[in-house]
């Protein structure tokens, strides 16, 4: 499903961020990736979905050749793939509810059908009734969980968090994990990169670490391998 051969990213400015990555990453899956700053881990995640363009090697995701894909072709790559940041990004002046709907109404799905799958993920995450608040109404925790019903609410096959809890404290963090679970057990394939000791050597998953722009370990239920 994330298949990536020899793959290299070379800035604009030299700077080479990646120089060789080979992975498979299987449906159904959850993969952390490790590293310290600088590693390489942004640029490894934003080449799944386009954001960052591969110098050299193959990138396929769920069968579509990343490398060769038109501007105008991105778009239906990225309805495959929820995307979650460290700081949420949700849009300030829009209600819970309606940061959540957005992706539906971009795509033009009908009022039934938003309303049922907004309700659906809003459930899912435990803030059906904050539908009407708006973001800066709701705790860092709650805010990172209106990003994650955002992320799913197309029913992607592929989530993607960078540093999810990293402006959350430990017990929030938890919280978050779990949900990341509940998804990941319906199914959808989970990269999420990580700084978080505890989270990772407390849910066990698979670990990619990455340094200098390259994978030096990739282990099935490892463990975050760093002191900090
Ligand atoms: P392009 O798509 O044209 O290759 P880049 O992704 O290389 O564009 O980004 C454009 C410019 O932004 C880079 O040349 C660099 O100067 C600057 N830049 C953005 N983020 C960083 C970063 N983290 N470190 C260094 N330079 C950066
Ligand atoms: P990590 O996520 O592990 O901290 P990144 O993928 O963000 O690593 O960065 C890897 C290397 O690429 C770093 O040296 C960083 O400064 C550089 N870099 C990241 N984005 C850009 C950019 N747009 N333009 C130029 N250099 C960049």
Do not use: C, W
Request: neutral net charge.
């Amino acid at each position: 499903m994330i298949l990536m051969k020899d793959v290299h990213k070379t800035y604009a400015n030299g700077v080479v961020a990646l120089s060789g990555i080979n992975v498979d990453i299987k449906q159904g899956e959850f993969v952390y990736i490790v590293g310290p700053s600088g590693a390489g881990k942004s640029t490894f995640i934003r080449l799944m979905f386009r954001e960052v363009k591969p110098s050299n090697g193959t990138i396929r995701i769920n069968d579509i050749n990343v490398n060769d894909l038109k501007e105008r072709k991105v778009p239906y790559l990225r309805r495959n793939i929820g995307v979650v940041y460290q700081d949420f990004k949700l849009l300030p002046k829009l209600s819970v509810y309606e940061n959540v709907a957005f992706a539906l109404e971009v795509i033009e799905e009908s009022p039934a059908v938003i309303r049922k799958r907004v309700m659906e993920v809003l459930d899912l995450v435990g803030l059906k009734n904050k539908a009407r608040f708006l973001p800066d109404e709701l705790s860092g925790g709650e805010q990172q969980r209106v990003s994650i019903a955002r992320a799913i609410v197309n029913h992607p096959k592929i989530v993607i968090a960078d540093e999810p809890t990293g402006n959350l404290d430990p017990e929030t963090s938890r919280e978050i994990m779990k949900i990341f679970e509940e998804i990941n057990d319906r199914g959808t394939t989970i990269l999420m990169a990580t700084h978080s000791k505890e989270i990772v050597n407390t849910f066990r998953k698979r670990v990619i670490a990455i340094e200098d722009g390259l994978i030096v370990r990739d282990e099935h239920r490892g463990d975050y391998g760093y002191e900090s």
